[in-house]
Nanobody, 123 residues
Framework: QVTLVESGGGLVQAGGSLRLSCAAS????????MAWFRQAPGKEREFVGI???????YYSDSVKGRFTISRDNTKNTVFLLMSSLKPEDTAVYYC?????????????????WGQGTQVTVSS
């Protein structure tokens, strides 16, 4: 059984920061690609970024320079630090886990997903 549990969402003012956590059980985060996606109401699920098993990170253009993905292997937890938040960042944020693929921005690559955590950015 693999479970991913996101936490840390909430309401924040534009320009502020928020850190999300994804706690994993049943799978070591250091052995898999760990991804963050987000979905706003009425919109498609959107790629945010990943951290590879080797620790390399990749981000979508919309968040590059503002968001940072990291992990704590001792806690088996992946983090998403969001800075300079904008109202358009408002969404449910999901973490996901999967194998290696050139198409890491595609949600179909991932075999396990968390339940999501709501992030709301007010102006």
């Amino acid at each position: 059984q693999v479970t991913l549990v996101e936490s840390g969402g909430g309401l924040v003012q534009a320009g502020g920061s928020l850190r999300l956590s994804c706690a994993a059980s049943g799978r070591a985060v250091s052995y898999y690609v760990m991804a963050w996606f987000r979905q706003a109401p009425g919109k498609e699920r959107e790629f945010v970024g990943i951290i590879s098993s080797g620790g390399n990170t990749y981000y979508s253009d919309s968040v590059k320079g503002r968001f940072t993905i990291s992990r704590d292997n001792t806690k088996n937890t992946v983090f998403l630090l969001m800075s300079s938040l904008k109202p358009e960042d408002t969404a449910v944020y999901y973490c996901a886990s999967g194998g290696t693929s050139y198409s890491y921005t595609n949600h179909r690559m991932y075999d396990h997903w968390g339940q999501g955590t709501q992030v709301t950015v007010s102006s």
